[in-house]
């Protein structure tokens, strides 16, 4: 069966420490990986996306994942938190029927 | 672009009565799809939809809920005899493409109280 799970369900960083959010997705064949972030009391948003090519993919913000097909991983990193980067993000991915499903979402909370 | 709009964005309901949550995806976008949010749960899929046609429903509770997108007219997520389990968040999401490689943009989400 597909799925996507995230590993961390609460994290708390300081600003200016680095973040790496774990993902780890089963999909038989083609899979399309996605990061959305919903910031406090808003929709979500689309922080980035994989679908082929480059495995390094670069979002908005200077969020990046890497797509490591050898460990079904979609690693969300930032350098360098900030706290308005406190959120929550979830991991999602799809396959060529259009559905898209979620991991369990992991929420970020950035001390200043 | 107004992008997906979703009303009523709070809605509180007792027990037993019937909650309707609708949804109005982007324009130029055929596709709806509707995600539950619980606390600790995070968002889970309930039902993808096409006008007129439900393409998957595999995440739709079996009995009380049901969805629809016809021809005219918003998405409208409808729950019968709602029970104090329901109170969550309901996002709703439109795509503008039948592949998996399609980006869904979400709506601000219903968010549904029962007493």
């Known amino acids: 069966a597909q799925s996507v799970s995230q590993h961390n369900h609460h994290v708390i960083l300081s600003e200016a420490a680095s973040l790496e959010l774990g993902c780890n997705y089963s999909?038989?064949?083609?899979?399309?990986l996605f990061w959305y972030v919903q910031y406090p009391g808003q929709h979500l948003q689309l922080l980035l996306k994989?679908?082929?090519?480059?495995?390094l993919v670069k979002g908005i913000k200077g969020f990046e994942a890497e797509f490591i097909k050898s460990k079904f991983s979609f690693n969300l990193r930032k350098p360098s938190v900030q706290w308005s980067d406190t959120a929550e993000y979830f991991c999602g991915g799809s396959s060529n029927t259009g559905k898209l499903i979620f991991g369990q979402g992991t929420t970020l909370q950035v001390k200043p | 672009n107004a992008g997906v709009m979703q009303n009523p964005r709070h809605l509180v309901r007792r027990r037993g009565q019937e909650a309707r949550l609708r949804c109005s995806p982007m324009k130029g976008h055929s596709h709806v799809y509707w995600y539950r949010q619980l606390p600790e749960e995070g968002l889970k899929f309930m039902v993808y939809l096409q006008k007129e046609n439900i393409i998957d429903e595999s995440g739709m509770p079996k009995e009380r809920f049901s969805a629809e997108f016809p021809k005219e007219g918003p998405s409208i997520l409808r729950i019968q005899q709602v029970v104090r389990g329901d109170s969550a968040a309901y996002f709703c999401a439109s795509s503008g493409q039948v592949s998996g490689a399609n980006v869904l943009t979400f709506g601000a989400g219903s968010r549904l109280t029962v007493l």
């Open positions: 994989y679908f082929s090519g480059d495995p």
């Open positions: 999909y038989g064949g083609t899979v399309n």
